[in-house]
């Protein structure tokens, strides 16, 4: 069955095992693994991840698409041969090995990174290597269910290690819209113009003299937990459809805007929502990470097109949407990350961005990356491709977090990722601020009174109101005070006084 | 000499006297006017301030391109009757008004207001009141030394005023290039592949039915202060076109990609420095303001294109300009600031952006916009839309303030407009440092050594240090002395131990 996937016979020629390949990589190899959410290699890390626990001394630098599985990221942190990281990753053990200053992580916008590599910016591309569903009759790779970075990576790479997916059946072929910019300053524009638009294409270009082994890959790899939104996601959902719908009937937004839905619950859940929602029937997507409910919409006719760079599926929707792929394929699209987050179409196309904040503050500065001021929580992915260029850009987040114990609402935020300026509207479930026409003083009043829990609001407002008498500005502040939530935090474990 | 430059002549006929239109702007008007740096109206404003001096009360919403002189935004400030201003300005009185609380004031990235006014997001387009230089045969606007937001403010107006310039002749005919993008979802790309293409009119579409007066202007306009660069500009300068030139020849970075240089005097020594340097020859400009040394690359033959949203023209430099206006017209485009500062424009041509800023922390988060966390300077402008899309974004600022009272690198910088994710190098007079490979802790010990003053190296290496030991995290912070810098200043006048 493996075999028959590869359609380009000089390849079959370059099968191999695992430990076979893996010899190419050793200590300060770059690796340049394919892998966002989903389709990552799986064989190879684990070979890796063998030499070191027989006493193999070695670090190598991982630079991805986004996050990958536990089977990766988990497994090489643990095994300590983890140098460096890039550009966004989730895994809670090389979390913790980062926090702790023991894996070099540098978090990058996702749209940037392919572009940076090409350059020659990240230093010597050693080795690529990514996971395939297919070979094409041309010695071309069909992609899994991700595409992220790998085709610069393969474009760049001296050498190539391919794993072919035992898991993803090649029939998605046709899913994939694979297109290289040119590097600047010579280049036209990115010809897309709708959602739907496929301008490249359904393979990535190999030179199969670079590839140095092709290995079966037994595996399989963690799946998405899917839950149904509790009532906060749903809450802050409707919010968001209440307030979309609003602004279309007043003439103030036109309909037909594609939207992004970043990582987390409450995304999920705002697409979840669309499914019961008559007034909005025909959508695009124009996004990073499809999730399960895209299926949902599709099934229901209200989707046009689902544009992505890697889908975020449990394990049921992934059987359902190979049991039923040529119906899906028709409404969904997988893009290297270069372009499913690139400035240009995001501000042609007027994407409505949703994305979730990890704290908020009362002038509408937001942190997506690090919970008080210092530590990592899983890096800024695409969340300022689409906040800074969206049409209209939403934070979304629950106004507390640990059962109340956290106000994700505070006097400052404890790290900036998104400015006020690049912020447009900021939702938790006790309401929605809609700050485009607000000074900071009038978003800090309707922030605190919208969006900030009861329990946390008198402290709000008192910091707030001193900070105007007594230090005045067009965003008052009290430096010493700014992280008196934090501090509390810290102290006693509870951000309540 | 007015009445020929309206060669329409229905306009003629509503030649009026500026007390006559201005009293079409009432309690409550939103007016929306020319101005971007250079060419901004005149003789309504001093008609306005005189009504409030004579009694009058009333409040106006003024929406402009960015800054305009003090004849504009500091008049209407002093004489009270300024409600709301955006989305960006530089006047002593209005900062002053602003900061006390007396002046709504929101901070728009300069690339977005236009097509927030075109959706109506901003409320009512009551007036437009734009400085011409000429009415062509069709009745429509040649602007003067800027365009900004105009196009749009006029095309949307109910009412419009014209303010025939009499300073500026209208042989600059010619240099502008209005395009006026089309609304999302359905829009095309921007037809501009290299900075010299043109691809709209050279005059802004006007429907003279919507004309409520012409008035004449007897008045000129502040012209910008040009001083030689100092020592510490010219080093910064001198630090990055090494850098650039030793990417350049490393092969990392192209040759050929177009500059930006943001307001203040390091972007002007920069672009001062490339006059003498025979590295740089043929050089493009993607910018928003375009400062006096651009005429001295159009005559040193080092300049294929200027292009931008204004002049910030010297005195000389205009009376020069104005002297050979035909050759510097066939080097510089002026542009609406939805086009000189737009995303997909920046990302396509792989600007290089060279911003100020106010302060940079050790980690590379920067302020532009807010001294000690609360007082507003003049607004994120465009520094926004080129740090973030830009292919290789610089941060300058000289390493202290005020006498060196001030440390412009800190452990945390009290507001923050540009993260870490979207500024590539930071640059003082002491140093460069490129963070696009290194992670935060790196970056922290790289700007310490080689940005930051030698008097406040050992207070930052204190905080890191400590920071790392007993906080630990991707970004240590100590959040209760992450803005001891700051509360000392505050204290005793002086961020010295
Ligand atoms: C911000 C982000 C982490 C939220 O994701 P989520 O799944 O909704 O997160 P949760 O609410 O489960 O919170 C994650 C953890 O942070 C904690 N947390 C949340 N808010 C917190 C706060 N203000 N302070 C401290 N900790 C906080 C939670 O308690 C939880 O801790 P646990 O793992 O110990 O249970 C996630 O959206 C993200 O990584 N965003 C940045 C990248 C991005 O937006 N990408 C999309 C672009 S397309
Ligand atoms: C940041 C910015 C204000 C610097 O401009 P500049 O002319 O070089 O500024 P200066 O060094 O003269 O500083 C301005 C004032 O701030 C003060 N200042 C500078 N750094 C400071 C700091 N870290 N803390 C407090 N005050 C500071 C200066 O002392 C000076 O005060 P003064 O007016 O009382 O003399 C200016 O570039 C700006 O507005 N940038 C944002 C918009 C932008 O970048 N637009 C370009 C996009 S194309």
């Given amino acids: 069955m493996f075999r028959d996937r590869i359609r380009y016979a000089p390849l079959l020629d370059k099968i191999t095992e695992a430990h076979e390949a893996a010899s190419h990589i050793k200590d300060g190899t770059n690796l340049f693994i394919s892998g966002f959410a989903a389709g990552y290699p799986k064989e190879v890390p684990k070979e890796l991840a063998r030499r070191a ?52 992580f540098k978090d990058d916008h996702l749209s940037q990174l392919s572009q940076m590599v090409r350059a020659g910016d990240c230093g010597t591309v050693d080795m690529a290597l990514v996971e395939a569903a297919a070979i094409t009759e041309d010695g071309n790779i069909i992609p899994t269910l991700s595409v992220g970075n790998t085709p610069s990576y393969v474009q760049k790479a001296d050498k190539i290690i391919i794993e072919m997916s035992g898991e993803d059946p090649p029939t998605m072929e046709g899913i994939h819209d694979i297109y290289v910019p040119e590097d600047p300053p010579y280049r036209m524009p990115i010809p897309i113009y709708r959602t739907s638009d496929r301008v490249g294409k359904p393979f990535i270009d190999l030179d199969p003299n670079r590839v140095v082994g092709v290995v079966f890959s037994k595996s399989s790899e963690s799946y998405h937990h899917f839950s149904e939104p509790g009532e906060v996601p749903k809450s802050i959902a409707h919010r968001i459809l209440d307030f979309v719908r609003h602004e279309i009937k007043k003439g103030r937004l036109p309909k037909g805007l594609p939207w992004q839905g970043g990582v987390g619950d409450v995304a999920n859940a705002v697409l979840s929502q669309f499914a019961d929602d008559d007034f909005f029937d025909e959508m695009d997507l124009y996004s990073e990470v499809l999730p399960d409910s895209v299926l949902d919409l599709i099934d229901r006719g209200k989707m046009r097109c689902a ?103 505070v006097p400052m935020v404890s790290h900036v990722d998104h400015s006020e300026h690049s912020v447009d509207i900021i939702v938790t479930e006790n309401g929605l601020v809609d700050t485009r026409n607000l000074t900071p003083r009038q978003a800090a009043e309707a922030i605190i009174k919208n969006c900030a829990h009861p329990d946390y609001q008198d402290a709000l407002w008192d910091y707030f109101h001193r900070a105007v008498t007594e230090r005045g500005g067009h965003e008052p502040h009290i430096l010493e005070e700014a992280f008196s939530f934090h501090t509390r935090f810290l102290e006693k474990g509870d951000m309540h006084l």
Same sequence: chains 1, 2.
Wanted: proline letters at 3%; a positive charge.
């Fill in 53 to 104: 626990a027989n006493g193999e001394e070695f670090k190598i630098n991982i630079f991805a698409g986004a996050s990958t599985g536990e089977e990766l990221d988990g497994l090489l942190a643990k095994a300590g041969i983890v140098g460096m990281r890039r550009p966004y990753m989730g895994d809670r053990a090389m979390r913790k090995m980062i926090n702790e200053g023991k894996i070099r």
């Fill in 307 to 409: 544009s992505g760079s890697a889908v975020t599926f449990s394990k049921q929707a992934r059987e359902r949407f190979f049991e039923r792929i040529d119906n899906y394929k028709r409404h969904m699209i997988l893009r290297p990350v270069e372009i499913s987050n690139n400035p240009e179409i995001i501000r042609r196309l007027g994407v409505m961005a949703i994305n979730t904040a990890l704290e908020v503050d009362i002038y509408g500065q937001v942190n997506s990356t690090h919970t008080l001021g210092s530590h990592l929580m899983n890096g800024i992915g695409g969340s300022g491709d689409f906040e800074r260029n969206s049409a209209l850009s939403f934070m979304v987040t629950p106004s507390t977090a640990k059962n109340g114990l956290i106000s994700a609402v």
